[in-house]
């Protein structure tokens, strides 16, 4: 009979507590459903599109025409381009929920003058503040562990990594800091005032884009720490004319020198094995190129409409070249030695042949 008493005496409290508590789990399902259902409200009518996915709301895109913009509390990512060419946009504002920033997120925005990134961005993709030409700062709250500002340009919270220098910047020559190992995809893409890079003896890296664009570069030194020169780096660089790429680099990336028009002289490390396509597509004021001994493959179209290209010298017995190397190249003469594949490819194409040599013949 005791034990009866006991076990009613608990129920009487018991239930009311269990009430209470699924009552308070209902009120926060339906705070949170509101507060969401708010949220959603606010981004249609301030004229984003956007993904919900559990808590993570991201903007994928931007159809209004704002020129001082707030991103809305409670967003945390700016998607993959959401305001790519955004025209109208000279400042935004990023709530401390935001957490990344996508690639290529405010590419193109030309009039964008002022940014500052909150606390809590964890990640920014390449190329996110790309060709915004009148950008000229890239703040970082002093509360962010991940990212920091130098005079407001872009880096990593270690300092390894130059993520972006914003291209409104007006200096003609900049130099990169010490204990900075890798320029970042994108990072000087679209700058319309520099003219000269002085890398430091710390980097190891130069990202994919990293001066593309770059209309008045015309002179980048590069220290033997370099072993990496990403694809399409110096795309469209139209000022660019002499280049000497480090010692260390194997492999002469895709479209490197893409459409650089002015470039007249190139020297190849003497260690490089592959050229990849379009490396030198373009270049039409390229007048010779001489290959190192180590080259093993030269791909398809490397020097596509290098229409001044008057000489190429091939040295190796064994270099592959692939199709269209030398497309509208119709002043080229081939230099190679005897037998060699070069010698071959030059026959078949119909290219005039210069033989190395006689010493220097293959084997």
Known sequence: MKKLWIILLVLQFHLPYCALAENAV????????????????????????????????????????????AIPDSVTKIGDGAFLGCESLMSVTFPESVTEIGDSAFQG???????????????????????????????????????????????????????QFPNGRPQTEYTVPENVTRIGSHAFAGSGNLKSVLLSAWVTEVGPHAFSGCACLEFVKFTASVTEIGPFTFANCASLQHVQLPVGVTSIEEGLFFNCEKLLS??????????????????????????????????TETFDRCTRLQTATIPSCETEIGAKVFYDCDDLTIRARADSKAAKYAKENGFPFEKLPANEACP
């Open 109 to 163: 925005c030309g009039n964008l003058r002022t940014v500052t990134l909150p606390e809590n961005v964890l990640t920014v993709g390449d190329g996110a503040f790309a060709f915004c030409w009148k950008l000229t700062a890239i703040r970082v709250s002093p509360k962010n562990t991940n990212f920091m500002d130098r005079d407001g340009i872009l880096f990593t919270a270690d300092g390894k990594m130059l993520v």
């Open 266 to 299: 190139v020297t190849l490390p003497k260690c490089a094995e592959i050229v990849r396509k379009n490396a030198f597509y373009g270049c039409e004021n390229l007048k010779s190129v001489t290959f190192p001994e180590t080259m093993k493959t030269i791909e």
């Open 26 to 69: 209902q009120t926060q399902t339906v705070s949170r459903e509101t507060s969401s259902a708010e949220l959603e409200r606010t981004l249609k009518e301030q004229g984003f599109t956007y993904e919900v996915t559990n808590d993570s709301v991201t903007i994928t895109g931007y159809f209004g025409g704002a020129e001082d913009l």
